[in-house]
Nanobody, 117 residues
């Protein structure tokens, strides 16, 4: 059974930090590109950060320099370190695994991040 389980969300003040974790199981984690998406109320889901099988990373312009995505293939984990958080970072954050060759796409249930004073 495929599972992606996010954790680490919560309430943080502007300028603060959070580290999101995503635990993967039920598929060959190392073969998948892993991504973090987010969806704010009333907005479409947006891609925040990507890490390839080889460890290459890309980021949305809005989070570049503040967020860092990483993965641990031995533990089947992907992380999102979020620093200098802003109120506009408030959203539900989703972990996603994607296999380009076979077009398989897995999603977690999401974790809420709220940035507010």
């Amino acid at each position: 059974q495929v599972q992606l389980v996010e954790s680490g969300g919560g309430l943080v003040q502007p300028g603060g930090s959070l580290r999101l974790s995503c635990a993967a199981s039920g598929f060959t984690f190392s073969m998948y590109t892993m991504r973090w998406y987010r969806q704010a109320p009333g907005k479409e889901r947006e891609l925040v950060a990507t890490i390839t099988r080889a460890g290459g990373t890309t980021y949305a312009d809005s989070v570049k320099g503040r967020f860092t995505i990483s993965r641990d293939n031995a533990k089947s984990m992907v992380y999102l370190q979020m620093n200098s958080l802003k109120p506009e970072d408030t959203a539900v954050y989703y972990c996603n695994g994607y296999h380009f060759a076979i077009k398989l796409d897995y999603w977690g249930q999401g974790t809420q991040v709220t940035v507010s004073a």
